[in-house]
Every structure is written in structure tokens, then in C-alpha cells.
């Protein structure tokens, strides 16, 4: 049987080297764009590379780097920071806010944004390819309401054109489904254009809480009952959900047997956020959140289930 390989951006690698694997993270962007603070402003690759240090030491491996188009998503400083530290890094093509699309987007068909996607995917740029569409964003809203949102009519199109790229390509999609619940949404448009719901994971589904965990329950159980994942990926993100909270509901599902189909990140977006200055880190999944989740009952085995075959089912193609 060949052996399944991942798109890395120093090359294809086989899945086995796949490793602990943080599946929404971002390493060089520029989100001040979007959210008006420099803090949202990644652009030193010596000091990413330091930080690197501490995620290997904690145990990390790889790296999904999900820094959309518009943004300041940069292919060969990706490269420059793997080959400097020695992380895998993954990096996803997608374009994010509405506010933040290129000009020919607003314009052009799905079948247009989906061959923008594929030459990512089978050409790249700079000598490095992606290796899944994402992180595909659909808007916040201020209200968790998963039966009532909608994706407007520009960000259907491109969920559309994410549905046909990965037709053409059997890569992942990572989707951004963050204030407002929009993971059942985005899963009707992927499926409605023919999408392998089982390489689509879907984003930021801890950004809301309730104090009832049943209510949030009946947003994971469907997501995963379709085949797709759901990613906890704002770990440490306390101002949005409580850590604990967040541990209580990944144990809850793995309790019930969807470890495989649940991926784990933090979401570091911000310089505030590195070691370097007194932040908490990209290995803050190993140092603060794992022994939660181990005080929930999660074993070592599950944790490696989330961490290691989780996503490489999602990025391994044949």
C-alpha cells in the first residue's frame, strides 16, 4: 500500500512523521489589518523561531499555519521559519473577513477563486505549496445562534469555491466558525457543492460557552454525527471561554468516542502572546491545558488520538 503524504511547506512528508500537532495556529500574519492592534502584527521571523524552541521542547512536532490571503500570508517566510527551527509547518490558502478579500474576488465566479485555490495546492507560490484550504472564514456574530446563521452571499461563494478546490485536489478545509456558531452553516454549503465532510474541520468551536454544557453539546454532536471535525483550537483564550470549561466539554465528547475526530490548537495570533514577552507560549497546550484535560480523566492514549492521528487523517492524502 503507498504510503499517505502530507503537504509540508519544505515538501512532502510521509503521514508517520506527522507528530503532536497544533491544528490552528499562525506564525507570520498581520491581523492588525483587520483588528486595528499592532499586537496582531507577526512579521520577525528570528522571533518566531525562538518561540519555536519552546514548543519542540514541550513536546510539538507540526504546526497548521492558517493564515489567510490578506492578512499577510507569506509561503517563504513559513519555509524560513521550519527550515530555522526545525517544526514541521503546514500552511493553509484561504481568504479571510469580507473587509480583507482582494478586489478580483468580489467579482469573480466560485469556479475562478477555486482554480486560485488549486494552483496554491498543486503549484504554490515561491516554491511552497499548501497543504489544505484554510483557514475559510465565514462573519462573527455577537449571539451564539448555530439554527439561525447564515453565511452571506460573497462568503458562500467562496465556501463554494473551497467545496470544488478540494474535488479537484481531496486536501482538508479548516474553517473559522468563531462568534456565532456558523460550523452547521458552513457544513450545508460544503455538502450542497459535494465536500468530503470527513476533511473538513470545523474552527473555533470553543469561542462560545454556555453554562449549560448540554447547549453545547447540540453544536458539537452534529458537526462530528456528519463526519467532519470539531477543532478546540482557542485554548487559552480565557476572555471568551473559561480553560476549564473548554477541558470539561473535550472530555465530555471523547467520553462518548470522537477523540479521533477532535483537533486541538491555541490560536497565538498575538506578540503579546510569546514567551519573550511574558506570554503564554505556543507549547501553552502542553504546559497549562493537557493536565486538565488528565484531571478530566482524558488519557494519554485519547490525548495522542487528538494530537497526532486526528490531524493526520485530516492532511494525509494517498
Request: aromatic share 6%.
Amino acid at each position: 500500500m503507498a504510503e499517505r503524504m502530507i503537504t509540508t511547506v519544505t515538501g512532502d512528508i510521509p503521514d508517520s512523521e506527522l507528530g503532536a500537532t497544533l491544528a490552528h495556529e499562525h506564525l507570520y500574519c498581520d491581523i492588525s489589518v483587520h483588528s486595528g492592534r499592532a499586537d496582531n502584527r507577526l512579521d520577525d521571523v528570528a522571533e518566531v523561531v525562538g518561540e519555536m524552541e519552546w514548543f519542540s521542547r514541550a513536546g510539538g512536532r507540526t504546526i497548521i499555519e492558517v493564515t489567510p490571503e490578506g492578512i499577510g500570508r507569506d509561503a517563504a517566510k513559513l519555509r524560513d521559519i521550519s527550515v530555522a527551527s526545525g517544526v514541521r509547518v503546514v500552511s493553509g490558502i484561504a481568504f479571510y473577513d469580507q473587509s480583507t478579500y482582494p478586489d478580483w474576488v468580489r467579482s469573480a465566479s466560485a469556479e475562478t477563486i477555486a482554480d486560485y485555490f488549486v494552483r496554491h495546492l498543486e503549484e504554490g507560490e515561491n516554491g511552497v505549496r499548501a497543504g489544505l484550504i484554510g483557514e475559510i472564514m465565514s462573519h462573527n456574530e455577537p449571539v451564539p445562534n448555530a439554527a439561525g446563521y447564515r453565511l452571506e452571499p460573497l462568503e458562500r461563494r467562496v465556501f463554494v469555491a473551497a467545496a470544488l478546490a478540494q474535488r479537484r485536489t481531496g486536501v482538508a478545509i479548516s474553517t473559522h466558525a468563531s462568534l456565532g456558531r456558523a460550523g452547521h452553516a458552513q457544513l450545508d454549503v460544503l455538502e450542497q457543492e459535494g465536500a468530503d465532510l470527513s476533511r473538513v474541520v470545523i474552527g473555533h468551536c470553543d469561542a462560545h460557552v454556555h453554562d449549560d454544557i448540554e447547549l453545547d453539546l447540540a453544536y458539537y454532536l452534529p458537526i462530528l454525527q456528519r463526519g467532519a471535525f470539531c477543532q478546540f483550537d482557542m485554548i487559552g483564550w480565557e476572555m471568551l471561554a473559561p480553560d476549564e470549561a473548554r477541558a470539561e466539554r473535550i472530555a465530555a465528547l471523547v467520553r462518548l468516542g470522537h477523540a479521533r475526530k477532535i483537533t486541538l490548537s491555541t490560536d497565538t495570533c498575538r506578540r503579546s502572546q510569546f514567551r519573550r514577552n511574558g506570554g503564554r507560549g505556543y507549547d501553552y497546550l502542553w504546559t497549562s491545558f493537557l493536565p486538565r484535560l488528565r484531571r478530566w480523566g482524558v488519557s494519554e492514549e485519547q490525548i495522542r488520538l487528538m494530537l497526532v492521528d486526528a490531524p493526520r487523517a485530516l492532511l494525509a492524502r494517498a
